[in-house]
């Protein structure tokens, strides 16, 4: 299966791990652009914008989505949040819902101001458990 992995950057080390699990099972791995950098801490934070507009990153992650068979959120806890899924991954959710394609949550939807949206697009939880991850081969 060709799974786009999404998640607040601020995970990029976990998103790292993820791939190396997910690609020794078989899967094709898609991660954000910059994702080793960001590992790294080599790029500051505050250009993020800069970087998503000279690179077409918002466009780019939806082309990389549309070719994908799911996507797979990374909602680590952060920001004083149990399973954090910022701005970006609820937008990826949207481009993945509106294209059709699974929805995995590693875990459960937090409690947001957009936790509604995020239910109505049933994406399924995976409760920290990657095996769980379903569908057929690359």
Same mark, same amino acid.
């Given at each position: 299966?060709? @799974? ?60 990389? @989505?549309?070719?994908?068979?799911? @996507? !797979?959120? !990374? ?29 995995? !949550? ?25 095996s769980r991850l379903h569908g057929k081969g690359p």
């Open positions: 299966m060709k @799974i786009v992995i999404c998640g607040s950057m601020s995970f990029a080390k976990e998103m790292l791990e993820t791939r190396k699990i997910l690609e020794a099972q078989g899967h094709q791995i898609v991660i954000p652009r910059f994702t080793e950098e960001h590992a790294r801490q080599l790029l500051p934070k505050s250009e993020d914008a800069d970087r998503k507009r000279e690179h077409d990153l918002i466009r780019d992650y939806y082309r990389k @989505i549309l070719e994908s068979d799911a @996507i !797979l959120v !990374l909602n680590y806890d952060a920001n004083g949040i149990k399973g954090y899924i910022g701005g970006n991954s609820f937008l990826e959710m949207g481009f993945a819902h509106v294209l059709h394609k699974p929805i995995y !949550l590693l875990y459960p939807i937090p409690q947001m101001n957009y936790t509604d949206e995020m239910r109505a697009m049933d994406p399924m939880i995976l409760h920290g458990d990657l």
